[in-house]
């Protein structure tokens, strides 16, 4: 029996909307590889949500003159429209603020402080000078004390990758009003993280076919490891259920460590919904395997921050321990992280007006076009810039003049000439090479794919479009009008390995793989979508937020080729790919910012 496949996608933080330098990093990897997965015949729990404590929310809903839930509510929904449109196949995708992920937060946490690997210190903790508000770590920035980068964060230098605390840094500065801060004794919880040192070190070994750059950076890292703040002095977030603790109305846990302990409420939350509470086991427990899918600046809180609160909560670091209220759980199988994805050299910025947000996107071009840059040419292994230049030539060459007019001709002539799937006759070494090349091609595509080496995958998957095309106009169908069987066996051919590259191209292009199926006389769902449901929160009764969801297991889409049916009827297609006028290459649309180098 195939195992199942925990899919965890990092979680968006709902202060603003999403734009396609996220959903590169965190949505469409995550959803090709689950969506190719299910058709492989794995059961697959794809799970994520909003990440909504922390003082960058409060700092927000006092720019929008909102309250932090109001906040929470408003983005919260324009995400989950936006991953809707991308055509996300979540399993669930909720948020931080249920009353579900207070509990499981919670009961996590007391596993950890039972087994002794939560211990209470003293640190400086800063204060912005102006408010009096606590200055969470990521909001205050200055240069490095280890590398020299001037930039690094509160929490960790991203140019180095050492974890560091606010006092630390050279010439420390709020990012909020350049202002800087004060610093004062504050009680806090720590996470122990050296007592896992050991554990990680040894499963880190394991992880052979990690990318290497999640793998090094991982191992690099260890030996420098220190015990790390959970609590914060801030009054929005997941209350400490503990005495002398849950009282005190500015302690709560701090935002990074409820929002990776969110894969596993998530899944909670998930299996209660369905009715049977213990559902989310099967994800997480035994044979199954756990891949979790973000942007390189999350890769220490998913390769060795989340696997040690694991560690500890199994009671597996170097004080031992008991398995807290859930059991055993399993580490991650794969930490699979994507590059940035940028423009003229820098990271996409909403600040700094460079930004293309995805709603705008979606509306001016459809989902799947942008699904296919990501894949094909997105930041897999490197940093990589996005140009409209790249994206009109992608759309229009490899989407619409390729694949498009493979389906389109096709099934044309097809229709044109017998009106159904036409019936095949002898065949001739070049229809049986293209159809060998076709079948071939699960086993290539689907490797890489098994690996989440996702431009590889697509390209091997449009190799096959490309032989069909070359193989249509060698055979000159059009020119086979006194050979009748002839010209239905290459059409028949040709059909088939349209079939075959639509189940290829169906992780990657879902939207359009319905159309195409239904083109070729299919019924039913071919390739499900995700649907966005208004929900009760399961703890708090008063309280409804949006999730998506979707019944994926209905859909016909299964990694294989399929032999098409003689004799269903075909009508006209409509064209699959509009092309994109050549202006758009240089600027883009009008809404889109101008970056120049």
């Given at each position: 029996?195939?195992?199942?496949?925990?899919?965890?996608?990092?979680?968006?933080?709902?202060?603003?909307?999403?734009?396609?330098?996220?959903?590169?990093?965190?949505?469409?990897?995550?959803?090709?590889?689950?969506?190719?997965?299910?058709?492989?015949?794995?059961?697959?729990?794809?799970?994520?949500?909003?990440?909504?404590?922390?003082?960058?929310?409060?700092?927000?809903?006092?720019?929008?003159?909102?309250?932090?839930?109001?906040?929470?509510?408003?983005?919260?929904?324009v995400i989950a429209e936006d991953?809707?449109?991308?055509?996300?196949?979540?399993?669930?995708?909720?948020?931080?603020?249920?009353?579900?992920h207070y509990k499981v937060v919670?009961?996590?946490?007391?596993?950890?402080?039972?087994?002794?690997?939560?211990?209470?210190?003293?640190?400086?903790?800063?204060?912005?000078?102006?408010?009096?508000?606590?200055?969470?770590?990521?909001?205050?920035?200055?240069?490095?004390?280890?590398?020299?980068?001037?930039?690094?964060?509160?929490?960790?230098?991203?140019?180095?990758?050492?974890?560091?605390?606010?006092?630390?840094?050279?010439?420390?500065?709020?990012?909020?009003?350049?202002?800087?801060?004060?610093?004062?004794?504050?009680?806090?919880?720590?996470?122990?993280?050296?007592?896992?040192?050991?554990?990680?070190?040894?499963?880190?070994?394991?992880?052979?076919?990690?990318?290497?750059?999640?793998?090094?950076?991982?191992?690099?890292?260890?030996?420098?490891?220190?015990?790390?703040?959970?609590?914060?002095?801030?009054?929005?977030?997941?209350?400490?259920?503990?005495?002398?603790?849950?009282?005190?109305?500015?302690?709560?846990?701090?935002?990074?460590?409820?929002?990776?302990?969110?894969?596993?409420?998530?899944?909670?939350?998930?299996?209660?919904?369905?009715?049977?509470?213990?559902?989310?086991?099967?994800?997480?427990?035994?044979?199954?395997?756990?891949?979790?899918?973000?942007?390189?600046?999350?890769?220490?809180?998913?390769?060795?921050?989340?696997?040690?609160?694991?560690?500890?909560?199994?009671?597996?670091?170097?004080?031992?321990?008991?398995?807290?209220?859930?059991?055993?759980?399993?580490?991650?199988?794969?930490?699979?992280?994507?590059?940035?994805?940028?423009?003229?050299?820098?990271?996409?910025?909403?600040?700094?007006?460079?930004?293309?947000?995805?709603?705008?996107?979606?509306?001016?071009?459809?989902?799947?076009?942008?699904?296919?840059f990501i894949s094909v040419a997105?930041?897999?292994?490197?940093?990589?810039?996005?140009?409209?230049?790249?994206?009109?030539?992608?759309?229009?060459?490899?989407?619409?003049?390729?694949?498009?007019?493979?389906?389109?001709?096709?099934?044309?002539?097809?229709?044109?000439?017998?009106?159904?799937?036409?019936?095949?006759?002898?065949?001739?070494?070049?229809?049986?090479?293209?159809?060998?090349?076709?079948?071939?091609?699960?086993?290539?595509?689907?490797?890489?794919?098994?690996?989440?080496?996702?431009?590889?995958?697509?390209?091997?998957?449009?190799?096959?479009?490309?032989?069909?095309?070359?193989?249509?106009?060698?055979?000159?169908?059009?020119?086979?009008?006194?050979?009748?069987?002839?010209?239905?066996?290459?059409?028949?051919?040709?059909?088939?390995?349209?079939?075959?590259?639509?189940?290829?191209?169906?992780?990657?292009?879902?939207?359009?793989?319905?159309?195409?199926?239904?083109?070729?006389?299919?019924?039913?769902?071919?390739?499900?979508?995700?649907?966005?449901?208004?929900?009760?929160?399961?703890?708090?009764?008063?309280?409804?937020?949006?999730?998506?969801?979707?019944?994926?297991?209905?859909?016909?889409?299964?990694?294989?080729?399929?032999?098409?049916?003689?004799?269903?009827?075909?009508?006209?297609?409509?064209?699959?790919?509009?092309?994109?006028?050549?202006?758009?290459?240089?600027?883009?649309?009008?809404?889109?910012?101008?970056?120049?180098?």
């Amino acid at each position: 029996m195939s195992a199942s496949v925990l899919t965890a996608v990092a979680w968006p933080y709902a202060n603003g909307p999403r734009h396609i330098g996220h959903v590169s990093g965190f949505g469409v990897p995550s959803d090709v590889f689950s969506r190719y997965m299910r058709m492989s015949g794995h059961r697959v729990l794809m799970v994520s949500g909003t990440d909504e404590h922390g003082t960058p929310i409060s700092v927000q809903a006092e720019k929008e003159g909102l309250t932090e839930r109001e906040l929470a509510d408003k983005y919260n929904r324009v995400i989950a429209e936006d991953l809707h449109g991308l055509g996300l196949s979540y399993d669930l995708f909720t948020r931080t603020t249920t009353g579900n992920h207070y509990k499981v937060v919670q009961d996590l946490f007391l596993a950890l402080w039972n087994n002794g690997y939560v211990v209470p210190k003293t640190e400086m903790g800063a204060i912005s000078p102006s408010t009096g508000r606590t200055l969470p770590d990521r909001y205050i920035e200055g240069t490095c004390p280890i590398c020299g980068y001037d930039g690094a964060r509160g929490d960790q230098c991203d140019n180095c990758g050492n974890q560091l605390d606010p006092i630390d840094l050279k010439n420390p500065r709020s990012r909020i009003n350049g202002e800087v801060p004060k610093f004062v004794e504050t009680e806090h919880l720590f996470l122990d993280l050296p007592q896992f040192i050991d554990a990680l070190g040894g499963w880190l070994q394991t992880r052979t076919e990690w990318r290497p750059n999640v793998l090094k950076f991982s191992q690099n890292l260890i030996k420098d490891l220190r015990p790390r703040a959970i609590t914060r002095d801030l009054d929005w977030g997941v209350p400490i259920p503990l005495d002398g603790w849950r009282d005190q109305p500015l302690k709560r846990f701090y935002v990074w460590f409820d929002a990776v302990i969110g894969y596993l409420s998530a899944s909670v939350e998930w299996a209660r919904r369905t009715g049977n509470d213990d559902a989310w086991k099967e994800f997480w427990t035994g044979d199954a395997q756990g891949y979790y899918f973000m942007g390189k600046d999350n890769i220490v809180f998913h390769s060795l921050i989340w696997p040690s609160l694991l560690l500890g909560q199994n009671g597996q670091g170097a004080k031992g321990g008991q398995p807290g209220a859930f059991g055993e759980l399993n580490l991650p199988t794969e930490v699979v992280s994507s590059e940035f994805l940028t423009m003229s050299g820098s990271k996409f910025s909403t600040s700094r007006g460079t930004v293309i947000y995805v709603t705008d996107f979606l509306r001016e071009f459809g989902p799947d076009a942008l699904r296919y840059f990501i894949s094909v040419a997105g930041p897999e292994n490197q940093d990589t810039d996005f140009t409209w230049d790249e994206f009109v030539r992608r759309t229009n060459f490899e989407l619409a003049n390729e694949w498009g007019n493979l389906v389109n001709r096709s099934i044309s002539m097809a229709h044109k000439n017998v009106g159904a799937i036409p019936t095949p006759g002898t065949r001739t070494d070049a229809d049986h090479d293209l159809l060998t090349l076709s079948k071939q091609a699960f086993d290539v595509v689907g490797a890489n794919l098994r690996r989440s080496r996702f431009k590889q995958a697509a390209t091997e998957a449009m190799k096959v479009v490309g032989a069909a095309n070359r193989y249509l106009s060698d055979q000159e169908p059009w020119k086979l009008k006194d050979d009748p069987a002839r010209r239905d066996t290459v059409l028949h051919t040709a059909l088939q390995v349209v079939q075959d590259a639509n189940a290829l191209l169906t992780p990657f292009l879902p939207h359009s793989a319905q159309k195409v199926h239904e083109a070729l006389g299919g019924t039913g769902v071919w390739a499900a979508q995700p649907s966005i449901n208004e929900v009760t929160d399961l703890d708090v009764p008063d309280r409804k937020y949006p999730v998506l969801t979707g019944d994926y297991a209905a859909e016909q889409a299964k990694w294989e080729s399929t032999p098409i049916e003689v004799g269903r009827p075909l009508a006209k297609p409509a064209p699959l790919f509009a092309k994109l006028a050549p202006e758009l290459a240089e600027t883009g649309p009008e809404w889109a910012p101008i970056v120049t180098s």
